[in-house]
């Protein structure tokens, strides 16, 4: 049948074709794009991108990073020696063959004093003393010499002494009138005390009694007598000396050596009994008996000191050990110990001779290198073996670690096996 051709498209024809007609090329094919977007799952791409991750890790891990950490004791023996060894002044550096090591001689000299107290117990009383005048009234008239000494009472029973010689003018006479001669005197009372120190008063001389002197002679003072007082004060006795002697030494002793001590470098080694201290001096001007509160005692000491590099005593050890070591063993640093004193020391003489008690532990040379080899690409049965049948009883102890926790046996590198000795 032949198609039909419209020029000009009826009604419905056109709506139904409308209708029908797949959606215009631009917008309908956006929608239909973000749709399909929309609907695919987020979380997948990114889980396949995790998975790929790990499974590059775990295939370097597995391929590049495997790692065996073998640990090893050693059996560790105790070598113990005593040697004797001489420090020297006149020595320059450690001898082994003569035993001989450097010392360092040091001195220092201390001075100190100080003030101590006086113990002993004095009475300290002060005399009076005053002016009287003596009167001479003699007949006939005559001058009269006393001598100095010459002992004046007052009225009062008071005796007081005269100081110096006096000689008292003859009197004068007139008719039967006497003028008596007179001289003024100093007088001081014979003891101490504030009882002495009388009003003015009336004097005779007792030494004249029995004499003509004695009623014609006399004295008088027109003012009080001063000065008497009594009271107890301290004097410096010899056991005062004596203690401040000791005190002081001792102080100054401990001083000197502490200061010695300061002097010494860290490195040297400075023994007790290696250390001398002489009293150069220690003495007081106060003399016994001296009246006073305290008193200044001084002192001077000297200290000197042998002392030694510990470094020196470490060295000759360590070598003396090494010297006696069995074949294929080495030192072990860590466990050596030394013990020393000195026995003898002549300080003047700048030498002392040092008893040394000294040890350490030693165990079997192992070539870590060699051993490495030979247990590359073994397990933990295979490498305990090889370490056994190569070094047999001198090894008190194994301990294989791999690394990660899949890995088995010791990689092929030999640069990741780790072969590590533990003496703990």
Not at 154 to 182: E, N, R
Not at 218 to 243: H, P, R
């Amino acid at each position: 049948m032949a198609k039909k051709i419209y020029d000009i498209k009826p009604p419905k024809i056109a709506h139904k074709k409308i209708e029908k007609e797949p959606a215009s090329p631009i917008r309908p094919a956006k929608k239909f794009s973000r749709h399909k977007k929309e609907g695919r799952p987020l979380w997948l791409p990114l889980s396949i991108g995790v998975v790929a991750v790990m499974l590059i890790v775990c295939v370097y891990l597995f391929f590049k990073l495997p790692k065996a950490d073998i640990q090893i004791w050693p059996k560790v023996d105790t070598l113990s020696f005593q040697q004797t060894i001489t420090a020297d002044k006149i020595v320059d550096a450690l001898d082994y063959e003569k035993a001989e090591i450097p010392a360092q001689y040091f001195e220092t000299t201390k001075t100190e004093s100080q003030e101590f107290p006086a113990t002993g117990n004095a009475s300290n009383e002060g005399q009076a003393s005053g002016t009287v005048t003596v009167y001479n009234k003699s007949d006939p008239p005559a001058p009269l010499t006393l001598k100095a000494g010459t002992h004046f009472m007052s009225d009062s029973g008071k005796l007081f002494v005269a100081l110096q010689k006096i000689v008292v003018p003859a009197a004068k006479k007139v008719g039967s009138k006497i003028t008596p001669g007179s001289v003024q005197v100093k007088i001081q009372a014979v003891e101490g005390g504030e009882s002495y120190n009388i009003a003015p008063s009336s004097f005779i001389v007792p030494g004249l009694k029995g004499t003509a002197y004695y009623y014609s002679i006399s004295a008088e003072s027109s003012k009080a007598m001063a000065g008497g007082y009594s009271g107890k004060v301290k004097k410096v006795t010899d056991d005062d000396i004596l203690s401040a002697k000791d005190v002081l030494t001792k102080k100054t002793t401990d001083d000197a050596i502490a200061e010695l001590k300061g002097q010494i470098p860290a490195e040297y080694v400075l023994l007790e009994n290696a250390i001398f201290s002489n009293v150069a001096s220690a003495s007081t001007q106060t003399k016994v008996g001296t009246t006073a509160e305290n008193f200044t005692y001084q002192a001077v000491v000297k200290a000197t000191a042998l002392a030694f590099k510990k470094s020196d005593l470490e060295q000759f050890a360590k070598k003396y050990i090494i010297s006696q070591l069995p074949d294929g063993k080495i030192l072990l640093d860590d466990s050596f110990k030394i013990n020393y004193s000195a026995s003898k020391v002549d300080i003047s003489g700048g030498k002392a001779t040092l008893d040394l008690d000294f040890s350490s532990g030693v165990y079997q040379s192992i070539d870590k290198n060699s051993l490495t080899l030979s247990i590359i690409g073994e397990n933990a049965g295979q490498i305990n073996e090889a370490i056994n049948n190569r070094l047999g009883n001198n090894v008190s102890k194994i301990k294989v670690n791999f690394w990660p926790f899949w890995v088995n046996s010791a990689p092929s590198n030999q640069g990741r096996v780790n072969v590590e000795l533990k003496f703990q």
